[in-house]
């Protein structure tokens, strides 16, 4: 018998599927970081990212709603959410940060990476086996990180490589915020060369 949390309680899959659905989040994250490039260099990646909590909380809100075609669209929606997630965050943390912190912050993003893959599957785990539609829930749960970086991005900087290289002046700005001289300097010295 199915643990009471499971889809397979609340809607009649197929092996394939399920599979499909598992598949349709991988492709569309595929597709997501293929494309992610374009929009975080034409509008910034502070903006990109924005939107992209989009994707999470359209897909999350499909792919619980219960019907095998939502599931399907709302995976899919995810995955492109995955894929600019993949990329657009590591990028943008190295270009803020200084050359002796990049490694420190790049590294840290991936362990909270890791950390909240691990507290997912916890989740998952606890969510699927003990409380009934927990599937649901757990998918819906995509929506909190989502309202959370939304939220919080007004504290999000821009990259300072974006700035420079839509206004030269971005660099008096920048320092006028009380950012290192030093720092943007050296990517504007990166960007020139």
Known sequence: SCPPGTIYNDINLTLIEAQVATSL?????????????????????????????????????????????????????????????????????????????????????QLGITVGILIAGLLGYGMVTYVDHGWQYIQGFGCIPSLLMLLLSYWLPESPKWLLLQSPDALVDLSDEGRSNQHFAQVHASITA
Do not use: Q
Not at 40 to 47: A, H, N, P, Q
Not at 60 to 86: D, E, K, P, Q
């Open 25 to 109: 989040t991988i492709i569309g994250a595929w597709i997501g970081s293929l494309v992610a490039t374009l929009p975080s260099e034409r509008y910034g990646k502070r903006l990109t990212l924005m939107c992209n909590t989009a994707f999470f909380l359209v897909g999350a809100g499909m792919s619980a709603s219960g019907n095998v075609v939502a599931l399907f669209i709302g995976r899919f929606i995810s995955g492109l959410g995955v894929g600019f997630a993949s990329g657009v965050p590591s990028v943008l943390l190295s270009e803020i940060a200084t050359d002796e912190t990049r490694g420190t912050i790049t590294t840290l993003h």
